[in-house]
């Protein structure tokens, strides 16, 4: 191809005539002569580029007419791969690259020849950090003001992504890139992650633009039994846990697999691949191998590990030498006040999460060799971000064996999680560790994810180019927010935001680009000022200076304590205190307005004021346990349901709501002359959950009440042929939530089983686990049938009828006002 046929260039268009689609010109001939008609060029097809005039000629007939081929786009002469790979809550001590305990020598590895970003923001919660990372805008802007789950209906918060704002696989797609994401998504509702779409907002829909996905579209996930989905289908795991199985492994083997074959196919186009990692969200899941390494490295407990860690940080240089250590958060146990078996107990649970972190490093570490030996590293662009938000302090203040308890009225007991201590990690068990060892990880900073105080937003980012960048092994301090991610890839291949993306006028990225920064250790931040919001919790650096509110809920709390109106604006200097230890309001007379503390405490909050009318911060909403109800007020009005084989991997916001009211389902089902077993109609997992299923032939139900309380009803042995097996639940109990009931089991219209199912759960049953027909697409709710078992004989139909419950307002608000008592205890 001569220079000016390339795409894209003007020589591609051809001379002398404006003609296309059905335009004619040439001498009038009106079949092939066997002579070239004069005019005609016996060059080479020109090309253009797809979606442009066709700017060849066309006559009647081949002989008088001139091809040009639509060709995809190529991305400009040198630009390099790209490559996300995404920690998730990881606080800002935890990693040995950053001064903590945790082993993570590949992460280092790429800091060392690379650059460490000390300075760099987060949103203080996954799915906004996601959408900031992916998109260049704020959170609020693209809608995705908290995690999808807790959408309403107001621009900022309603989990839609806008057409106008689309994200980097889009952009670089139509820059000739391939893009791949893999693994954690998490920017999807609910409501949309079904069979039924819609798919605008998957990772492969227009406004995402990933040209495959393989990964798990939801928050949390089971590591030992992901809802995997490859594209949009659902599918199983390749293997199961003593097979050796665990996702961060599945997770990095098919990044090779997409970007392997992609450079085996087209060697000279370059990929941006999104790596997000389920590690170190919980459920904290890894090989008791990788637990063990970390044995009694964390007894010291984590007052101590923050004032040691801190230490390592003022060594490494990652702080100023004068950072101090805010106060441990009031209400968590001091480490020296808890018993033997709390100190043993908890220590564990602080190996568990430090396996799990140091085990997805060393995947990291097999791709990094991929990428070396196939020659692409040093060319690929990489980010590391450790932690798309701080710590997370969800896991109450004495720690979880199975956090699925939480949607429940039934709390574990110390003795009960002390007793499995040694399965902690291992498939059975949806840990997570306590309150304080969240804090001690967002060492040195003062809250954790959710907060808009530094703990909460401010994460380590490691980039690593050595192609694009000369300096190795260097700090840079310069303020970074996520929004900055896509702009520095946009500077970094050398091409501006595309005016149109799926024919929508784009709206401006927000963010700025970092690279000047790659090779200027001292050079100004281009970045000042940058406002927070995270459930009420309130936030603006502006320069050295930075405002702040905490919002009046503790981490194990779900109400804020006090309105909007009644909020505290902290004032800190960050040049002389980078933790946040010393508010310079403290003690003022906020009416005094010839103090300059007071008038600039004025000067930022009004600055947060109109930054947050210019992005869709608008209205504040600290409701939490509300937003989630709401969700389910989308569905809640339908009370039957028919479905048929197949239906598989529907998420709980869009499954029949089975949750504090009485109900029923009749299942018609075929039994082969050997007889049937496995699952007929299921929800949940082995943390909390209902099946009904056959066990050699014998209708059962097993009602998993977090994975402590398991009743089962059995019905005797079915002959082969067609039954109606139905199963029924009429809810006895006097309490609006997690009321106990009678069960019922009925085959041909005849009762033959029935059971007192002393408690239910209260709120949900899973937060990955799926509602499936005829299999259990997760970890199984009863031991009964195998991991991800299928029913061996045939479903013909399924019908759920539920009765009506009382989902008021008021309902909701007591539900809130219940769950946050629960977290209280």
């Not at 019905?715 to 006097?734: A, I, M, R, S």
Request: aromatic letters at 10%.
């Amino acid at each position: 191809m001569s220079k000016n046929d390339r795409p894209g260039s003007k020589g591609s268009s051809a001379s002398g005539n404006g003609h296309g689609g059905n335009g004619h010109s040439g001498n009038g001939q009106s079949g092939s002569s066997g002579k070239k008609p004069s005019g005609v060029s016996t060059a080479p097809p020109r090309t253009y580029l797809m979606g442009t005039p066709f700017p060849g000629r066309i006559g009647r007939t081949y002989d008088v007419s001139q091809e040009a081929f639509p060709v995809p786009p190529s991305a400009p002469k040198g630009a390099p791969n790209i490559l996300y790979i995404v920690l998730d809550d990881v606080g800002f001590g935890w990693t040995s690259t950053f001064g903590g305990l945790i082993d993570t020598p590949h992460i280092t590895r790429l800091a060392d020849n690379g650059l460490r970003y000390v300075n760099f923001h987060t949103t203080a919660l996954c799915s906004p950090t996601r959408a900031c990372l992916l998109t260049g805008r704020n959170h609020h802007s693209v809608g995705m003001a908290n995690i999808t789950e807790l959408a309403t209906g107001f621009p900022g918060y309603n989990g839609i992504q806008p057409p106008d704002k689309a994200a980097i696989g889009a952009i670089l797609h139509t820059y000739g890139y391939n893009t791949f994401a893999v693994g954690k998504w998490h920017n999807t509702m609910g409501e949309e992650m079904t069979i039924a779409g819609p798919y605008d907002r998957w990772p492969d829909g227009p406004l995402f633009g990933f040209d495959q996905f393989y990964g798990f579209i939801g928050g949390d996930n089971n590591q030992w039994y992901p809802k995997l989905y490859a594209g949009r289908t659902a599918i199983d795991q390749p293997k199961l846990p003593e097979q050796g199985y665990h996702l961060s492994e599945d997770l990095v083997d098919q990044t090779i697999s997409f970007i392997g074959n992609q450079h085996a196919l087209e060697p000279s186009k370059p990929w941006l691949t999104f790596l997000a990692f389920g590690a170190g969200h919980s459920p904290h899941h890894v090989f008791k191998e990788w637990s063990d390494k970390y044995k009694g490295k964390f007894d010291m407990g984590w007052d101590k590990y923050r004032e040691q860690t801190l230490e390592r940080q003022k060594k490494l240089g990652l702080v100023p030498p004068y950072t101090e250590l805010p106060p441990m958060l009031e209400g968590v146990q001091k480490w020296d006040s808890l018993t033997a078996d709390q100190k043993r107990l908890y220590a564990r649970m602080a190996e568990v999460y430090a396996g799990f972190v140091s085990h997805a490093d060393a995947q990291i570490g097999r791709l990094l060799e991929f990428l070396e030996t196939s020659g692409m590293l040093d060319d690929t662009l990489i980010f590391v971000f450790i932690g798309d938000n701080g710590s997370s302090g969800e896991g109450t203040l004495h720690g979880l064996y199975n956090e699925m308890s939480l949607v429940t009225t039934r709390q574990e007991t110390e003795k009960e999680v002390l007793d499995r201590i040694d399965n902690l990690g291992l498939p059975g068990s949806y840990n997570h560790y306590p309150i304080g060892w969240a804090l001690a990880g967002d060492t040195p900073f003062r809250l954790c994810k959710q907060y808009t105080h530094f703990g909460g937003t401010r994460n380590p980012l490691v980039v690593h180019w050595p192609k694009g960048i000369k300096a190795k092994g260097e700090l840079r301090t310069q303020f970074h927010h996520v929004i900055d991610i896509v702009p520095t890839i946009l500077d970094a291949v050398g091409v501006k935001m595309p005016e149109m993306i799926n024919s929508v006028q784009q709206a401006p990225m927000e963010g700025v680009p970092m690279n000047y920064s790659f090779d200027d250790v001292k050079a100004p931040t281009n970045h000042p000022t940058q406002y927070f919001e995270m459930l009420g919790n309130r936030a603006i650096v502006d320069g050295k200076w930075k405002a702040v509110t905490y919002h009046g809920r503790k981490p194990w709390e779900n109400r804020a304590a006090w309105g909007f109106d009644e909020d505290h604006w902290e004032l800190y200097d960050l040049e002389k205190d980078p933790s946040e230890c010393h508010d310079l309001m403290a003690g003022r007379d906020a009416s005094n307005l010839k103090d300059p503390m007071v008038k600039k405490m004025i000067e930022l909050v009004g600055l947060w004021w109109a930054e947050a009318g210019r992005h869709n911060v608008l209205p504040l909403d600290d409701r939490f346990q509300e937003r989630a109800l709401a969700r389910k007020g989308l569905v809640a009005d339908r009370s039957k349901y028919t479905f048929f084989p197949g239906t598989v991997r529907v998420h709980g916001k869009a499954a029949p709501n089975t949750i504090n009211r009485s109900w029923s389902m009749r299942v018609e089902v075929e039994i082969p002359p050997k007889g049937a077993s496995g699952p007929l109609v299921v929800i949940g997992g082995d943390t909390n959950g209902w099946s009904l299923y056959l066990k050699e032939s014998a209708p059962t139900f097993c009602y998993n009440l977090a994975g402590m309380d398991l009743t089962y009803i059995r019905g005797q042995k079915l002959p082969p042929g067609k039954h109606v097996v139905e199963y029924e639940f009429q809810k006895t109990g006097k309490e609006p939530f997690g009321a106990g009931g009678i069960g019922r089991i009925l085959v041909g219209g005849k009762k033959v089983a029935e059971g007192n199912i002393p408690q239910t759960t209260a709120f949900d049953y899973s937060l990955d686990e799926t509602f499936d027909i005829g299999c259990d697409k997760g970890s199984p709710v009863t031991t009964e049938y195998p991991p991800l078992a299928s029913f061996d004989g045939k479903i013909i139909r399924v019908d759920m009828d539920l009765k009506p419950d009382f989902a008021t307002d008021e309902k909701r608000h007591h539900q809130a006002t219940f769950t946050h008592a629960i977290l209280r205890e």
